[in-house]
DNA sequence: GGAAAAAATACAATCGGTTGTATTTTTTAT
DNA sequence: ATAAAAAATACAACCGATTGTATTTTTTCC
């Protein structure tokens, strides 16, 4: 092979006979050369073998193409199809993305957000490890580097979030249980200082209400919704009588839920004649469980396509991501036969 | 705030007043250094806020401390556990990954070695989108820029492989199911220009030998693998009288073994009575499934940890990489109902 | 105490594009 | 044909750290 030493725009612009500067420009397109001047530059470019130094580059542009992922964990099914999205979207838009997580801890989530700012990323996309403190962005905000949150999110007057209306989804789900003749409805939910999971707590209860069901405290259980978190509600319910258990439970995700069932049926009990269940997120084990679990779609690769899609946007001076709050993309209720009527 | 313009190593120097050369190598621990100066220099980096500008150290010193990641998909459940292994060992070694997908298109891939090329990586982690041809990664290996692939590699003198022993563990599946006492063994396999489907079609072949069963070429069946391939293959099978069946159904995956089971029970198959099946992954669909699937145990995380690990040690000069040309992992078979005695 | 050795620090070039401004070339208008 | 306007190109400083070498300071030892 040749390729030993790096081809630069110095290379070039001798091997033309021009100056670097109009080399600089032309392989960017710049308007002000001649076109004919562009075509020679890009030929030579392809015909030495010339690659272009982004740091030099980024050093002198302060622009990186370069955007932070910041998520509590990479190995879900959601997250994985909203990585899925960013990814598509990134390439198209031009950026690359760098990935890290948080593995739930706030102080490795302020370690990988000094990462990404001395990495100078143009953007960050962040899902929260814990939505109460965001003090430590304070850094990408004061130099007006913007910050997207998206699932996990928390306010703040600088950044943009990207959610789902969790409230109106886990109101249908109650709802619907509600329709289908369950009374007493247990909500197993997460970490309260998340958006996410308060809000489906306050969207269960507000059905409750709504339907003049009496909410009681002792039927509402948080947990990490892992599936050992499933088999331990599975294992509360059969402590009691069949007659003192709840007649359907609504899990604020399908994990926690599709454990809790294999359990619960282990034991015997009938799903959904004995207890029905519902999810969220529809994960694929929603639709290998059986009864297939009733659950909230939620658009993980839409999401991940629109946050990095808006962050894009801002970045290119299309649109003033600032002026934009929340976005909320659609999600819907899938009616499966966990949430069958009572016998 | 104030944070207004950026702190540099002249900063520091000007109000230390000593030289940025001494600042540059005072930053970094380097032992011509004073002790004390050190310690000043420290304090005053923290005091005026500074934060080193990585492209301009790049630019001199032509290490990123970056790695590019290439996968067919991200969304997986196999892949979303690769990539938390390799965050978790690129974080303790001081590496940030890129991450982009190949979405199983060649020239797709072809456009991320280029990006991963020109973002200066200091290596790249590689699951191929077809292992047919690896020209395109000769921009690395001729200048010397280590390309480590995992699970669908490719062999090249130049790179190292981090794979599991897939002929080795389809042969365990197989013969598994031949000491069920299962005759006629389908495989459903993936595009066997790939390593892993390849070899796992190797595998079920040696076994059959080995335990003097005949080949039947009608009963290997190739797909993608999906969904819907799995749904195929069962309307397939359905149309066959019973006793044409296979007694057995060995997969490359577990998604499409599960897809597949679901299918043949929701037309009043038995599992494994009439049909048993196998897959291959571990992925979490496999324990949801009723009956749980027999399946290899394919340690993803570990898998993107060791990936990672080797790099980092190559790129330290610990180890040295291009010696090492194939790294296995430890896989194994684990029995679940689904691939029970024959009744 | 002074020369030699060792330690610490400084100088200055360099990495490879980018960009505001100046200069040259070409085009347009009179 | 010539001045003015427009287009194209070139100059030169700059981004901020790194590094081989030179210089200064400190330590060692006879």
């Known amino acids: ?42 030929e030579a470019a392809k015909q030495l073998g010339y690659r272009s130094n982004t740091f030099a580059s980024s050093l002198r542009s302060k622009r990186t193409q370069t955007l932070g992922v910041i998520v509590p964990r990479l ?6 199809s909203v990585l899925a999205g960013m990814e598509n979207a990134a390439s198209r838009e031009g950026y690359n993305l760098i990935i890290a997580q948080s593995l739930e801890q ?4 302020m370690e990988n957000v000094m990462t990404m700012f001395n990495k100078r990323v143009d953007g960050l996309l962040v899902s929260l490890a814990h939505s109460s403190d965001v003090r430590h962005f304070d850094v990408f905000f004061s130099k007006k580097i913007p910050v997207i949150f998206f699932d996990r999110v928390a306010p703040h007057p600088d950044s943009t979030s990207i959610i789902i209306d969790n409230f109106t989804a886990a109101y ?3 709802r619907h249980l509600i329709m289908q003749g369950h009374k007493r409805i247990m909500h197993l939910g997460g970490n309260m200082l998340l958006n996410v999971y308060s809000e489906r707590l306050r969207g269960y209860k507000q059905a409750l209400q709504d339907h003049k069901l009496h909410f009681d405290e002792k039927l509402v259980i948080t947990g990490n919704l892992t599936e050992e978190c499933g088999t331990d509600v599975a294992k509360q319910l059969l402590k009691l009588k069949p007659k003192d258990r709840p007649e359907a439970v609504c899990c604020a995700n399908d994990t926690s839920a599709v454990y809790c069932m294999i359990a619960l049926k282990n034991a015997g009990v009938n799903i959904p004649e004995d207890i029905a269940f519902a999810g969220f997120n529809n994960d694929p084990i929603s639709r290998v469980i059986e009864p297939n679990l009733t659950t909230v779609n939620y658009p993980g690769y839409n999401m991940g396509q629109a946050a990095v899609t808006s962050l894009a946007n801002h970045l290119n001076g299309d649109t003033n991501i600032t002026d934009t709050n929340t976005i909320v993309l659609r999600s819907e209720l899938i009616i499966r036969a966990s949430s069958g009527k009572r016998k």
Chains 1, 2 share one sequence.
């Open 1 to 42: 092979m040749s390729e030993e030493k790096e081809i630069t725009i110095y290379d070039i612009a001798r091997h033309l006979n021009i100056s670097p500067t109009t080399v600089s420009r032309g392989l960017k397109d710049h308007p002000t050369i001649n076109i004919k001047t562009r075509k020679k530059i890009a």
């Open 75 to 80: 190995n879900s099914s959601f997250m994985s």
């Open 106 to 109: 706030a102080d490795k989530e």
């Open 172 to 174: 249908q789900v109650t």
